[in-house]
């Protein structure tokens, strides 16, 4: 005959008790970054046309050629970040759970 540990505690265990709904959460901050990831680019935008179309437009100590570099530079940097905020999150979450069990995945992943 095997003993348990504790009495009343069985192998099988108990599902969780779901204390709180996260998808409306995670759907509304999905919607406020969203929301911002374009103000941000349409900012950039709006930087972008006034320095292309005003040619007086430049940096104090850089002439128009080296303003246009900048403005480059800033345009790759935070195009590259608004990327990478949203997809190495994403990424990393999938490599973590690619090390779940069946039984863990099947609870979290949709089918």
Known sequence: ???DLLPGVTPDGTDPNIVFQ???VIATARRRAALRDFVDL???AGVDALFIRWSHAHIPMLDRA???LVLA???VALIGYVWS?????????????ATWSPAER???VRS
Do not use: K
């Open 1 to 3: 005959m095997r003993r």
């Open 22 to 24: 996260s998808r409306p």
């Open 42 to 44: 349409l900012l950039l």
């Open 66 to 68: 080296e303003t246009m």
């Open 73 to 75: 530079i800033v345009n």
């Open 85 to 97: 905020v949203r997809t190495l999150p994403r990424w990393r979450a999938r490599r973590l759970a």
């Open 106 to 108: 099947s609870r979290f």
